[in-house]
């Protein structure tokens, strides 16, 4: 391949299962993210989407598999293997995650400042000012005015907090963000913004990120690739705009051809 | 494929619609076809032959599994068929270029930005980018006052002339034009006939569906059917 096109991937999952009871959360669910590459997990509430993402975040315990995790220093790591110290560690540094509700993302307690400054204080950050910096800095960058920096996240609109949220997870400079449903819930027009925000991150920082999402628009837009998923497994894989225009297997195809066409 | 830049070998595409009853639609069988550099190949079937689906089968944009699409691609040969996405989506970066029917864009991004799109992708900096978008958005006769809106609510032929636009503006060296010139007026079009000799002129591979006998005769290089291609 090109020299552009990087030979490893960042992320190389294999076989990831998890059952809760008899009832199947995924099974045998495998794919490679690749450096500045945006993976779209689309399917049905209850097709397993964030039951994968749960499994790679180390948020839910799988039961087999392997997420193997080439760190930014070059070596390979197992992240289903690591220790509890050593996974947080990662989800803080070199990972993040973006959850659903941005208050599950986000300390409500402190102000949004403190909710961007936090996480690079505890990656040894110490000098106030330049914390504060870099907070206000990121805080422009999703369009949350300076004046806005002392409130709590509870003043905020859903859509505010949850371009906080973004915000807390890519000041540290993430290398793999994990995203789910990060359009959900929020007003089409907020979802917009929210939408050509985290493309132009993606695409200035090179990150990589896996995005679950129920919504095959939001899918479209800022996935490279997708995985289709039905019944806890992966019915179908491939480039996005060929998933969505010429899906193979039937619950794909019936999963696009549901969709309302505005 | 000597000399080609786009060569499509024995290529065949049918869809099989589970959702109604599992029909099988076979709409292209063994179709082959060249195209080298500096010629644009006019595709000139009736509506319903399976021209668009040839461009959005060699785009990777519908999966292929019969046959081969061959493209020249950072000095070596590429075979999209079956080829992994990323490097699909690296040939279409860097050197397949597809006008379709349709635009679609993230609403609220400015049309500007919009054109910049696949310069920016491509690493070009920012302002060398937007430079060259707006460029080319003034010779395809957008008013400037709109480049900094989003074009989700332009009229369908402003759509159709961003759309244009950019795919023109990264100089791809192979191109897919389903009818660029569509619901143009006659500037426009004008417009769009330089865009496609130009590209001709600096050695682009050109395959394009138009239908308009008068921009067809001023493109074209070789006019083609489907049905002479499947029978070769």
């Known amino acids: ?262 | 494929m000597s000399g080609a830049a786009l060569e499509v070998r024995g290529l065949a595409k049918a869809f099989v619609l589970h959702v109604q009853g599992g029909v099988r639609l076979a709409v292209l069988d063994g179709v082959s076809l060249a195209v080298r550099p500096g010629e644009c190949v006019v595709l000139a079937d009736p509506s319903g032959a399976g021209k668009s689906t040839l461009l959005r089968s060699i785009y990777g944009n519908y999966l292929v599994r019969d046959g081969q699409v061959l493209i020249r691609h950072r000095e070596r040969v590429v075979d999209m068929v079956g080829a992994p996405p990323r490097l699909v989506l690296d040939v279409r970066r860097h050197t397949l270029g597809y006008v379709s029917q349709f635009l679609r864009v993230i609403p609220r991004v400015p049309t500007e930005l919009v054109v910049a799109g696949p310069l920016r992708a491509r690493g070009v900096e920012a302002e060398a980018a937007l430079g060259r978008a707006r460029a080319m958005l003034e010779r395809l006769r957008i008013p400037e006052r709109l480049w900094a809106l989003s074009p989700v609510t332009f009229s369908g032929g402003e759509q159709q002339r961003v759309n244009v636009a950019r795919v023109f503006v990264a100089e791809y060296p192979v191109l897919l034009l389903d009818e660029p010139t569509a619901s143009l007026d006659a500037a426009s079009r004008l417009a769009v006939v330089e865009l496609i000799r130009e590209a001709r002129g600096r050695g682009a591979a050109v395959l394009g569906i138009v239908h308009d006998a008068q921009v067809r005769a001023e493109v074209a290089t070789h006019v083609r059917t489907l049905a002479a291609t499947e029978a070769a």
């Open chain 1, 1 to 262: 391949m090109s020299a552009t096109v990087d030979d490893r991937p960042l992320l190389s999952v294999r076989g990831l299962g998890k059952r809760y009871g008899t009832q199947v959360g995924c099974r045998d669910v495998g794919f490679d993210l690749w450096p500045g590459e945006v993976l779209g997990v689309v399917g049905e509430s209850g097709s397993g989407k964030t039951t994968v993402l749960d499994c790679l975040s180390g948020r839910v315990t799988a039961d087999g598999g392997q997420v193997a995790y080439t760190k930014a220093d070059g070596s390979v790591v197992d992240v289903r293997r690591l220790d509890e110290a050593a996974r947080r560690r990662l989800l803080r540094t070199e990972w993040g995650l973006v959850h659903q509700h941005a208050r599950e993302g986000l300390r409500m307690n402190v102000s949004a400042g403190a909710n961007v400054g936090e996480r690079l204080m505890a990656l040894g950050a110490r000098h106030y000012g330049r914390v504060r910096a870099r907070a206000l800095d990121w805080l422009a960058r999703v369009e949350i005015g300076e004046s806005r920096i002392d409130d709590l996240p509870e003043t905020f609109s859903g859509g505010m907090q949850q371009r906080l949220q973004i915000a807390r997870n890519l000041v540290t400079e993430p290398r793999v963000v994990l995203m789910d449903e990060p359009t959900g819930g929020l007003d089409v027009s907020v979802q917009a913004r929210l939408l050509d925000l985290l493309r132009g991150l993606v695409e200035d920082l090179g990150l990589s990120a896996v995005i679950v999402t129920h919504d095959l628009a939001v899918a479209r837009l800022l996935a490279h690739r997708l995985l289709v998923m039905r019944g806890g497994e992966v019915v179908e894989s491939g480039l996005t705009d060929q998933v969505l225009d010429d899906p193979q297997h039937p619950y794909a195809q019936l999963l696009v051809s549901s969709v309302l066409q505005p």
